[in-house]
């Protein structure tokens, strides 16, 4: 019976050993994961699929719109047409660009982290990885000043449609309360320069401008530009989120070379004074 008992403890005691070499395996990788980067990429993500999305849909939307009750002859609003066209092809360049981009963010961050230093152990530093840190830096700068100017000129459509829809509401307001007959207000897209001023009829006034509101494609078109200009405004936060972190991580790259620069150069003077002791000791021996 001992030696059976025995067994079934040293059983248990692997066992043991082997959940607990599991658990600090996890525990480790769980430390080697760059949160902060890996939060910057969901947004990021999220932001630029918000912004590309809504704000394809919303432009396809403000052409129907326009044809349809503001501009009925083609040739007037025929270059907007192409502009609009244009942007929906950029949006698909920046959608591919940002999904790679924040890609290998988030694998710059997995790399610099000090966490995976201390998973893998020791690692050198070079001259050519502080530069693409250093490039990452600079480009990321830029891209989030452009995204601010993004942000901006998504505001323009929001703000227009804005006008539009309060616009409905007075005349929906002068309706109920039968003060002013709402024929005389009036919302003309021409002022905007979005088409041009000999467009036909280039405004709507009245039950014309207050069914124009009541239309799905009003309605979808409005949103949607809300949301992508909220989308830009997530990716912009995402790019600073970013820019902090590739600044901490171009800093602790910094000083891993000036502390692999110490190293090597207190490493060589221990070997030269080992030679020195060694010959020292030979000629000790030589004399004796």
Not at 3 to 25: H, I, L, R, V
Not at 268 to 277: H, N, R
């Amino acid at each position: 019976m001992k030696p059976a008992m025995e067994t079934a403890a040293e059983e248990n005691a692997e066992q043991s050993q082997e959940k607990k070499g599991c658990f600090e395996c996890c525990i480790k990788c769980l430390g080697g994961v760059p949160y902060a980067s890996l939060v910057a990429t969901i947004l990021c993500f999220s932001g630029v699929a918000l912004f590309c999305g809504c704000g394809h849909v919303a432009l396809t939307g403000t052409v129907s719109i326009l044809e349809q009750h503001f501009s009925t002859t083609a040739s007037d609003h025929a270059l907007l047409s192409e502009v609009i066209q244009l942007m929906q092809y950029v949006i698909y360049g920046i959608a591919s660009f940002f999904f790679l981009y924040g890609i290998i963010l988030l694998a710059e961050g997995f790399y610099t982290t000090s966490a995976v230093k201390e998973l893998h152990g020791e690692f050198k530093t070079t001259a050519c990885g502080r530069c693409i840190s250093g490039m990452f830096v600079f480009l990321t700068y830029v891209l989030g000043v452009a995204w601010l100017g993004v942000f901006g000129f998504s505001a323009v459509p929001v703000f227009m449609f804005y006008n539009i829809w309060s616009t409905c509401e007075v005349i929906k307001s002068l309706q109920i309360n039968m003060t002013v007959p709402g024929d005389q207000i009036c919302v003309d897209i021409r002022q905007y320069g979005i088409i041009p001023w000999n467009a036909v009829p280039g405004k709507a006034c009245g039950p014309i401008l207050e069914n124009i509101c009541n239309t799905n494609e009003f309605y979808m078109s409005y949103h949607l530009f809300i949301v992508a200009c909220a989308g830009a405004g997530a990716t912009v936060i995402a790019l600073i989120h970013f820019l902090m972190i590739l600044s901490s991580n171009w800093a602790y790259l910094k000083d891993a070379s000036k502390m692999q620069a110490y190293q090597d150069i207190k490493a060589k003077e221990e070997q030269e004074l080992q030679d020195i002791q060694s010959r020292s000791k030979e000629q000790l021996n030589s004399y004796t």
